[in-house]
């Protein structure tokens, strides 16, 4: 039986995790702290480790593990932008769950969307309150609207259907076009240009990074909507703070934030946040901020203990890593 460090563990993590632990021959030693430099320690006596999103596997990192005498870092996660590859390479070999339940994601923007612009946690508050008036509460249709879909990798594709249930006009960005998807493609200005609403659904790579900043943003149409369930660096914070402040961003759905690292996943509702564009933004009446949940669905989370323990045992086996990161 193999024992593996698992980092940045929460309580909905070890119910699947320990759901089928014993079947793939599993000991999990479950870790509160995040993945880092000066935690790996923590993983001594272990075979492997298995990883978050917010973990930091930088070269440090990798290295300190090597030292360990471990080989293997599984992320429970999509993406790997945390992940020095550079530093991996020849060293320690990084699998991932490059899929899990891309209806968990989708949902969860259209979730974000239609609260947005029905003003739906405005009601809710003030009916808590046992306030029932409807000033400052009108929204307006999807139907007939156009939204620009950055990315259309499986997750882009179940909310491009999920938008044309509404009746959206659809149009999308991606610098590789899946040329059997019924949607229209167009460059990224072009989305600005003519889109009421955004939502971006692509990994975080060098080239888009701060894609929605300063440049882009005077581009777009006054009141634009904009979702963000990818990663939080594709939007300079700053920047849409700002473009919020001035009317030009009509709202924004975040369920990412460039900066997290610090606070997702954690409990500082009793503290002081020394974070003032995060304070700003969910200051605004027009945002809308969720801690990084949109993946969290019974779904989702059965998914990616299964994939992650598979990957874990596959390297064990000496089997190929499907799912590995090169």
């Given at each position: 039986m193999k024992k593996i460090a698992f980092f940045d563990a929460k309580p909905y993590d070890k119910i699947y995790f320990e759901k089928h632990k014993e079947f793939y021959s599993m000991d999990i030693k479950y870790i509160e702290y995040k993945l880092n430099s000066d935690t790996a320690y923590l993983a001594k006596g272990c075979d492997g480790v298995c990883a978050f999103v917010?973990?930091?596997?930088?070269?440090?990192?990798?290295?300190?593990l090597k030292n360990l005498n471990i080989n293997i870092v599984a992320l429970r996660c999509a993406g790997f932008n945390n992940v020095d590859l550079k530093a991996a390479k020849d060293n320690v070999r990084i699998v991932?769950?490059?899929?899990?339940?891309?209806?968990?994601?989708?949902?969860?923007?259209?979730?974000?969307?239609?609260?947005?612009?029905?003003?739906?946690h405005r009601s809710y508050n003030r009916t808590r309150d046992y306030n029932f008036s409807l000033?400052?509460?009108?929204?307006?249709?999807?139907?007939?609207?156009?939204?620009?879909?950055?990315?259309?990798?499986?997750?882009?594709?179940?909310?491009?259907?999920?938008?044309?249930?509404?009746?959206?006009?659809?149009?999308?960005?991606?610098?590789?076009?899946?040329?059997?998807?019924?949607?229209?493609?167009?460059?990224?200005?072009?989305?600005?240009?003519?889109?009421d609403i955004i939502s971006l659904h692509c990994p975080l790579t060098k080239e888009n990074f701060h894609l929605i900043d300063k440049r882009n943003l005077p581009k777009m149409k006054d009141g634009v909507i904009i979702l963000n369930t990818s990663r939080g660096a594709l939007i300079d914070g700053e920047d849409l703070l700002?473009?919020?402040?001035?009317?030009?961003?009509?709202?924004?759905?975040?369920?990412?934030?460039?900066?997290?690292?610090?606070?997702?996943?954690e409990d500082y509702s009793y503290k002081i946040i020394n974070d003032q564009v995060l304070s700003g933004l969910i200051s605004m009446p027009n945002v809308i901020i969720t801690s990084h949940q949109a993946f969290l669905t019974h779904e989702a989370l059965e998914s990616i203990?299964?994939?992650?323990?598979?990957?874990?045992?596959?390297?064990?086996?000496?089997?190929?890593?499907?799912?590995?990161?090169k």
């Open positions: 917010n973990d930091d596997i930088d070269e440090d990192t990798i290295h300190a991932r769950v490059p899929r899990y339940s891309p209806y968990a994601i989708a949902e969860h923007t259209m979730a974000l969307l239609l609260t947005l612009v029905r003003k739906i000033y400052r509460l009108i929204g307006f249709d999807l139907k007939g609207k156009t939204i620009g879909i950055v990315g259309t990798g499986q997750i882009g594709k179940v909310f491009i259907n999920i938008c044309k249930g509404f009746g959206m006009n659809i149009i999308a960005y991606d610098p590789y076009p899946d040329k059997s998807l019924d949607v229209t493609y167009a460059d990224f200005d072009t989305i600005c240009k003519e889109c700002n473009a919020l402040r001035e009317r030009k961003v009509g709202g924004a759905g975040l369920d990412v934030y460039e900066e997290e690292t610090d606070f997702f996943y203990a299964l994939t992650t323990l598979s990957n874990l045992k596959d390297f064990f086996d000496g089997k190929e890593l499907i799912n590995e990161v």
